[in-house]
């Protein structure tokens, strides 16, 4: 179903308030927009948190349906990145933000410290999770929110954030394990800039900051030259994204006489399976280290930082 705005208001208006945390008997109910949002909230409440955008998911060009629409009108507390991430959601966070707690999490990090979108410097590039450090503040800023809303956060962000730390330390030490000039992270759109700021690595997408934009020839052919002339011998697939472009760069090396291969699947928009560790944010960050490290000529446990990493992922 296509979500008008005149449908959309339709909807808010037939659905039920949410009733008020502060007088409600039952703790205040919790949905978030993408599946990283709502790892902050299970980690830091313990509660059951309902999550819009599953595994495989790419929040850039998701459109809201009906049953969103319902759950989102339902929660007491919505959390969502924010930062244009999810921009098909926009008008439908704006007319409940009146009616409901709705908090954009990431849009609370100060500009100096964002990146912006090469194409449109003024806006900033959203995927801030693959900075642990910047992670760390917007799981700050939701344990502020939550404990508005009823919630004790201060134990639980406590313990997450020092695991989000153990985290950082881990992929600082695996990813200088690799060659100093293999240090290259090429992928199918460009997510990973603060990843490249964090860890002093050179990250090239062939899509843009959003899945929306287009890959032209010349920059797949820029990106192949770069491939053969480095002799960089692996790229990565991303699970929200299609793999089309990922493989023409690949025939194309072979083409040069440079053998390329797919070094593995990485998390970027979406993050794993439910239920398994990389469908936490923890095992999404140690999953893309271990496999980018161990792709590229770096070492890294096989099972990753705590030996958890799912076997065949």
């Known amino acids: ?6 449908s959309l208001l339709g909807l808010l208006a037939a659905a039920p308030l949410a009733r008020s945390p502060a007088f409600a008997a039952a703790p205040a109910s919790i949905t978030a927009t993408t599946g990283m949002i709502a790892d902050i909230a299970r980690r830091l409440t313990g509660a059951e948190v309902t999550a819009l955008l599953g595994a495989g998911m790419d929040p850039h060009s998701y459109r809201p349906t009906r049953s969103d629409i319902l759950a989102l009108s339902r929660a007491d507390v919505i959390l969502w990145h924010g930062l244009n991430l999810e921009a098909q959601f926009a008008d439908v966070l704006s007319e409940l933000a009146s009616r409901r707690r709705v908090v954009a999490l990431a849009d609370s990090l100060p500009a100096d410290r964002l990146l912006s979108d090469p194409l449109y410097p003024d806006r900033p590039d959203p995927h801030v999770w693959f ?10 800023h939701a344990a502020t929110t939550l404990a508005e809303a009823g919630f004790a956060t201060e134990e639980p962000a406590r313990l997450f954030l020092d695991e989000i730390a153990a985290l950082d330390a881990y992929a600082g030490q695996v ?7 293999r240090r ?3 992928t199918a759109h460009d997510a990973f800039a603060y990843f490249g700021r964090a860890y002093g690595w050179q990250v090239e997408g062939i ?12 920059r797949i052919a820029e990106l192949v030259d770069l491939l053969v002339s480095r002799q960089i011998p692996a790229v990565f697939v991303e699970s929200s994204v299609s ?3 990922i493989r023409a760069l690949i025939e194309g090396a072979e083409a040069q006489g440079h053998t390329v291969r797919i070094g593995g699947e990485l998390f970027s928009d979406a993050m794993g399976p439910d239920g398994s560790y990389e469908g936490t944010y923890p095992g999404m960050i140690d999953h893309n280290v271990t496999t980018i490290a161990t792709a590229l000529g770096g ?3 096989p099972r990753g930082m705590a030996g958890r990493l799912s076997a065949g992922l």
């Open 1 to 6: 179903m296509t979500i008008t705005r005149r």
């Open 131 to 140: 900075d642990p450090r910047l992670w760390s503040d917007v799981t700050r």
């Open 175 to 181: 990813l200088q394990t690799v060659p100093e000039d």
């Open 184 to 186: 290259i992270l090429v």
């Open 207 to 218: 899509q843009g900051i959003s899945t929306d934009s287009e890959a032209g020839l010349a």
């Open 243 to 245: 793999d089309r472009a």
């Open 299 to 301: 070492t890294a446990p």
